[in-house]
């Protein structure tokens, strides 16, 4: 996990430094082109975007994860995830999933390229956000988070989409149960920032004397508190103090990521995340024993059909749309 200074602007590197309690973020924003018969992008050459680990379609085949949870905001473009646990979404054009992957399992995440006819760009932050000592074994947990649900906060000079952490009368959509947002208390906050061209909005103070609060510019340049913070860069504040943010002559897109650390011992290698290097070693082990569960899908690298809508599946058989 990475530190900051803070209350001084720092650059963003590949992830995005994190703060306990969070640890990394990654930016994803590929411009992929109009997807063949099988959503993939067929002959074309990259040009402005990854085909990550896939072979046919972009994205990240199947692959363990342990001890934390994973946040995928997607903003335009679409994820088709499938896991150990049996559940399966297609989400994306604003929707956000939320795993608790606890104990253990096993997911992929591609890219299906639907458009046939018109490009298909892709836009997603993946956060990692940690889980207290006690519920680092808690089962898995899947959680949709629909465009049309995620409440936002208007302004004047802008906007905030609320995915975590009340912000003024605007109260988010639940987290997962074993979630450290899960308490208030912990004041964790998951906003995404929208400041008009030339104004201003201003955040509230955090909560706690102990919160970290860092806003990660994305696009754009703003002064964030004060301080001049380009595109591509970020800046922490500790403590309750208002976040002010003005945008120059362009627009300004900004995450923010916030909480009172944990504070527990962090050992990551991979995919796995744990407080020692027992747990760790641990982790390894009963993954190569269990498979979180095993595999129950025909391919790693499972894509729902084309013609498949926004929804998702949860492991007991529930169907969810927006």
């Known amino acids: 996990m990475h530190m900051t200074t803070p209350n001084v602007p720092f650059r963003l590197t590949t992830p995005w430094q994190g703060s306990d309690p969070f640890l990394f973020a990654v930016f994803h924003n590929d411009a992929y082109p109009a997807g063949d018969a099988d959503m993939g992008p067929g002959d074309h050459r990259p040009d402005g975007w990854q085909m990550y680990h896939g072979r046919k379609i972009p994205g990240f085949p199947a692959h363990p994860h342990r001890g934390f949870e994973t946040i995928t905001v997607?903003?335009?473009?679409?994820?088709?995830?499938?896991?150990?646990?049996?559940?399966?979404?297609?989400?994306?054009?604003?929707?956000?999933?939320?795993?608790?992957?606890?104990?253990?399992?096993?997911?992929?995440?591609?890219?299906?390229?639907?458009?046939?006819?018109?490009?298909?760009?892709?836009?997603?932050?993946?956060?990692?956000?940690?889980?207290?000592?006690e519920s680092t074994t808690v089962p898995p947990e899947f959680t949709m988070q629909w465009a049309e649900d995620i409440p936002v906060h208007t302004t004047d000079g802008g906007s905030v989409r609320v995915i975590a952490g009340a912000l003024g009368d605007v109260t988010p959509l639940d987290p997962p149960v074993n979630s450290w947002a899960?308490?208030?208390a912990n004041d964790v906050a998951v906003w995404l920032i929208d400041v008009a061209a030339g104004q201003s909005l201003t955040l509230p103070?955090?909560?706690?004397?102990?919160?970290?609060?860092?806003?990660?510019?994305?696009?754009?340049?703003?002064?964030?508190?004060?301080?001049?913070?380009?595109?591509?860069?970020?800046?922490?504040?500790?403590?309750?103090?208002?976040?002010?943010?003005?945008?120059?002559?362009?627009?300004?897109?900004?995450?923010?990521?916030?909480?009172?650390?944990?504070?527990?011992?962090?050992?990551?290698?991979?995919?796995?995340?744990?407080?020692?290097?027992?747990?760790?070693?641990?982790?390894?082990?009963?993954?190569?024993?269990?498979?979180?569960?095993?595999?129950?899908?025909?391919?790693?690298?499972?894509?729902l059909p084309r013609e498949q809508g926004r929804s998702a599946r949860l492991p007991d058989g529930t169907e969810l749309r927006p």
Request: charged residues 15%; negative net charge.
């Open 205 to 303: 103070p955090a909560h706690t004397d102990d919160t970290r609060r860092t806003v990660y510019v994305f696009d754009g340049a703003a002064v964030v508190d004060g301080q001049a913070v380009a595109e591509g860069w970020g800046y922490q504040q500790v403590g309750r103090e208002e976040t002010p943010i003005t945008a120059g002559r362009q627009p300004v897109r900004a995450l923010l990521l916030q909480g009172v650390p944990i504070g527990a011992p962090v050992h990551q290698h991979g995919p796995f995340v744990a407080n020692s290097h027992a747990e760790l070693q641990q982790a390894f082990t009963d993954y190569q024993e269990t498979r979180f569960g095993g595999w129950p899908w025909p391919t790693t690298e499972e894509v």
């Open 74 to 133: 997607v903003n335009s473009g679409f994820v088709d995830h499938t896991d150990s646990v049996g559940a399966a979404a297609r989400y994306g054009q604003g929707d956000v999933q939320w795993l608790t992957t606890g104990g253990g399992v096993t997911h992929s995440e591609m890219f299906p390229l639907v458009n046939e006819d018109s490009p298909n760009p892709l836009e997603l932050f993946q956060i990692w956000l940690n889980l207290p000592p």
């Open 182 to 184: 899960a308490d208030p």
